[in-house]
């Protein structure tokens, strides 16, 4: 049962959805069948105990919902099988109540195909005042178009021989739509071809860019973002005034974007300085800092007021780069909280212990490290790494000696931690061994091999200590 797709969904749930779920499968109007109540009931009090294999055995499951009845596989699996056909269409239903104008549409269709005029034009109205109140989404170019596509087919059900602009603005919320989906897929086509070696067909894409050059998009504020993110992307030398107008066009209409459509379209802006930094460009690493510190104090980069692990890593290591330190001293204690609950007690030591090498506080540094758990794998190859500069810099060689030869070995038998992973560290390993036993007037070539390498950890800190 645990590897079932109804345990998969149910486990995704919090409190206030297991509620809703529960009034929702309770209802006679969605369920009238007892044995899926008593099904829902149990796999509820085994989710509040951490849904445990034992509960979740199918015969332990099976004996308890029904004491004296002999184990019926197809019984089970039939009572499974209601429940997460309920609980799917119970995620339509809370989508239909959080989105007014999608359920405005959907009223206004069937409305129309009753015939039912008045209530059909009462429909469009409602849709258009919530549109009108709601953050600006993509769907919201669909549902437009949805709307005066309606109105169209309404007019032509009149039969009436006469002008009327249904049709035109039919056709132009259709352009509109089109133009933002279709963008929406270059720029991330575009995107993806940065991070992974692959090509794609960019179709429409001069004619779209034509046809949008050639109209204001001051009134369309989403078609403006993505249709300028598409410049900025398209652009093969990384123009900064293409860079700097997206990111001006971002802060002016913030405001005015849903939570998910402004988190995708700042990570975008964040994934373009950091290919920018990749290529040497370091002036985009300000850059960086100002759009991620955007982020935070905006809650863009909070998903269900949880911050990403590696969006937190990445914000430290930018600010110790930038040699902001209160800063990212303030920002390890305040947000370790946002993180997702495994994680947060090494992420906050160890981030500190970062902090406190940078400013060669080596004792304070040490005492975080001895606060890591190494529950994350990343964590406990950084805390490894961290810990063998920290014995370069106190000079204490035997001790340093001794910690990257057992880091070698815990590299070479551990078979969980990935090739890519584990390549950067082992590189790390024997260049400071190698640092260690070669003579001053050797170095050069050291430090040649250093920068030719392309899978390094801790690649500068190398070199300043051979470069003089």
Same mark, same amino acid.
């Given at each position: 049962?645990?590897?079932?797709?109804?345990?998969?969904?149910?486990?995704? &749930?919090?409190?206030?959805?297991?509620?809703?779920?529960?009034?929702?499968?309770?209802?006679?109007?969605?369920?009238?069948?007892?044995?899926?109540?008593?099904?829902?009931?149990?796999?509820?009090?085994? %989710?509040?105990?951490? &849904?445990?294999?034992?509960?979740? @055995?199918?015969?332990?499951?099976?004996?308890?919902?029904?004491?004296?009845?002999?184990?019926?596989?197809?019984?089970?699996?039939?009572?499974?099988?209601?429940?997460?056909?309920?609980?799917?269409?119970?995620?339509?239903?809370?989508?239909?109540?959080? @989105?007014?104008?999608?359920?405005?549409?959907?009223?206004?269709?069937?409305?129309?195909?009753?015939?039912?005029?008045?209530?059909?034009?009462?429909?469009?109205?409602?849709?258009?005042?919530?549109?009108?109140? @709601?953050?600006?989404? /993509?769907?919201?170019?669909?549902?437009?178009?949805?709307?005066?596509?309606?109105?169209?087919?309404?007019?032509? /059900?009149?039969?009436? +021989?006469?002008?009327?602009?249904?049709?035109?603005?039919?056709?132009?919320?259709?352009?509109?739509?089109?133009? &933002?989906?279709?963008?929406?897929?270059?720029?991330?086509?575009?995107?993806?071809?940065?991070?992974?070696?692959?090509?794609?067909?960019?179709?429409?894409?001069? /004619?779209?860019?034509?046809?949008?050059?050639?109209?204001?998009?001051?009134?369309?504020?989403?078609?403006?973002?993505?249709? !300028?993110?598409?410049?900025?992307?398209? #652009?093969?030398?990384?123009?900064?005034?293409?860079?700097?107008?997206?990111?001006?066009?971002?802060? !002016?209409?913030?405001?005015?974007?849903?939570? #998910?459509?402004?988190?995708?379209?700042?990570?975008?802006?964040?994934?373009?300085?950091?290919?920018?930094?990749?290529?040497? #460009?370091?002036?985009?690493?300000?850059?960086?800092?100002?759009?991620?510190? !955007?982020?935070?104090?905006?809650?863009?980069?909070?998903?269900?007021?949880?911050?990403? =692990?590696?969006?937190?890593?990445?914000?430290?290591?930018?600010?110790?780069?930038?040699?902001?330190?209160?800063?990212?001293?303030?920002?390890?204690?305040?947000?370790?909280?946002?993180?997702?609950?495994?994680?947060?007690?090494?992420?906050?030591?160890?981030?500190?212990?970062?902090?406190?090498?940078?400013?060669?506080?080596?004792?304070?540094?040490?005492?975080?490290?001895? *606060?890591?758990?190494?529950? #994350?794998?990343?964590?406990?190859?950084? /805390?490894?790494?961290?810990?063998?500069?920290?014995?370069?810099? !106190?000079?204490? %060689?035997?001790?340093?000696?001794?910690?990257?030869?057992?880091?070698?070995?815990?590299?070479? +038998?551990?078979?969980?931690?990935?090739?890519?992973?584990?390549?950067?560290?082992?590189?790390?390993?024997?260049?400071?061994?190698?640092?260690?036993? +070669?003579? =001053?007037?050797?170095?050069?070539?050291?430090?040649?091999?250093?920068?030719?390498?392309?899978?390094?950890?801790?690649?500068?800190?190398?070199?300043? *200590?051979?470069?003089?």
């Amino acid at each position: 049962m645990k590897k079932s797709k109804l345990i998969g969904l149910l486990a995704k &749930l919090d409190g206030y959805q297991w509620r809703s779920l529960e009034v929702f499968v309770q209802s006679p109007y969605h369920n009238t069948n007892a044995e899926i109540v008593s099904l829902f009931q149990y796999l509820h009090t085994a %989710w509040q105990d951490g &849904l445990p294999d034992n509960s979740l @055995d199918r015969e332990v499951a099976y004996t308890r919902l029904f004491p004296g009845v002999a184990y019926q596989y197809q019984h089970l699996n039939q009572l499974m099988s209601n429940l997460l056909k309920l609980a799917e269409n119970w995620l339509a239903w809370q989508r239909l109540e959080k @989105d007014q104008a999608l359920l405005e549409n959907l009223k206004a269709q069937e409305l129309l195909k009753l015939q039912l005029d008045k209530h059909f034009r009462q429909a469009v109205r409602a849709a258009d005042r919530a549109m009108e109140k @709601d953050p600006l989404t /993509s769907e919201q170019y669909y549902h437009r178009y949805k709307l005066k596509d309606l109105e169209e087919q309404q007019f032509i /059900s009149r039969r009436l +021989r006469q002008h009327d602009s249904t049709l035109q603005r039919a056709s132009d919320a259709l352009d509109d739509f089109f133009a &933002l989906q279709k963008l929406r897929y270059l720029c991330e086509m575009l995107n993806r071809q940065r991070l992974i070696p692959q090509s794609y067909r960019f179709t429409f894409a001069e /004619s779209l860019q034509q046809h949008l050059e050639g109209q204001g998009l001051a009134d369309k504020p989403l078609l403006e973002l993505y249709f !300028q993110l598409f410049l900025m992307l398209s #652009d093969e030398d990384g123009s900064s005034e293409l860079f700097n107008r997206y990111v001006s066009l971002f802060s !002016q209409y913030n405001c005015l974007l849903g939570q #998910d459509e402004a988190r995708v379209l700042l990570y975008y802006a964040i994934n373009f300085c950091i290919g920018r930094i990749r290529e040497g #460009d370091r002036a985009y690493a300000v850059e960086l800092f100002n759009l991620y510190n !955007q982020g935070i104090e905006e809650r863009i980069l909070l998903e269900n007021e949880t911050l990403s =692990p590696w969006t937190y890593k990445n914000m430290v290591k930018l600010g110790l780069n930038l040699q902001r330190y209160g800063w990212v001293e303030q920002f390890v204690k305040a947000y370790a909280a946002y993180l997702p609950e495994p994680q947060k007690e090494d992420a906050l030591h160890y981030n500190l212990a970062e902090l406190y090498f940078a400013q060669e506080q080596y004792h304070e540094a040490l005492t975080q490290l001895r *606060q890591v758990e190494f529950s #994350d794998i990343h964590y406990n190859l950084g /805390s490894k790494a961290l810990l063998a500069k920290i014995y370069y810099e !106190q000079g204490e %060689w035997d001790t340093l000696e001794s910690l990257l030869s057992a880091f070698r070995v815990f590299l070479r +038998r551990n078979k969980d931690i990935s090739a890519k992973v584990k390549a950067p560290y082992v590189n790390f390993v024997n260049f400071l061994s190698a640092t260690l036993r +070669r003579l =001053p007037e050797n170095y050069q070539g050291l430090i040649q091999k250093i920068r030719g390498e392309k899978a390094i950890n801790n690649r500068d800190w190398l070199l300043r *200590q051979l470069e003089p």
